[in-house]
């Protein structure tokens, strides 16, 4: 009895992707390191005996991968944009549903942030520890000014994923960081709110600087048990102002 299944046929690869495919293999291989500049679209043309229309389908190939960017008098320049891509389609994803996405942003958080935490109490530098000490004077001072508040709280959970010393774990979350800028502006506005949150980041900056992942860890975990209730008293307030509108 024959399949129903209809087969799609066979394209050949187009020279564009080739192309694309073996800068993009270099990139990954480390020959070619954030910052370096491509040659121009002539000389890649020359060397891939490919035409210039080609190179230039691969070029833009790439940049929609985030490993390059083409710069008007500057050429075509290798970019770290992992990190930008992955935050472009989170945030197309967390605008379905607003009210989801602000749970599943803690939900998130509450997974990876208090082991985060731990591994930076091991690990963060002393250069980690000023900038995570000049975090938290910042938001001291900024306690009434949502803008610089927000601003450096991020900084603060930034530091804390770069103090991991793993790269993979800050590519992971400047994405989510780049996410909560909204989250946050909400938190702000609930009473008491900047508070709660700057007591907290008091707790687990004293963890750091003691080098004390348990403790770390702990201060992380109730800090989010915060965040998500100011976050969850935001969204309905927010709800209930729609509906009497």
Known sequence: MGSSYHYVPVQSTKVFEHIAAQIEQQILLGHLRSGDRLPTERELAEQFHASRTAVREAMKTLAQQGLVEMRPGRGTIVIDGTSRALS???????????????RSL????????????????????????????????????HLDEADA?????????????????????LTLMDPIMSQLIEQRKHIFGVEGGPHRGQQHHKHILDAIVRHD????????????RQVRSDATM????????????
């Open 88 to 102: 472009a389609s989170l945030g197309r994803l967390l605008r379905v549903n607003q009210f989801e996405s602000e």
């Open 106 to 141: 803690v939900e998130v958080r509450e997974i990876f942030e208090p082991e985060i935490a731990a591994l930076a109490a091991e690990r963060a530098t002393a250069e980690d520890i000023a900038q995570l000490r000049l975090a938290v004077a910042t938001m001291e001072t």
């Open 149 to 169: 508040f927000i601003t450096a709280d991020n900084h603060f959970h930034q530091i804390l994923a770069r103090a991991t010393q793993n790269a993979l774990i």
């Open 213 to 224: 992942p348990a403790a770390a860890r702990l201060a992380m975990r109730a800090h989010l």
């Open 234 to 245: 935001a969204m309905e307030f927010n709800v209930a102002s729609g509906e009497e509108q």
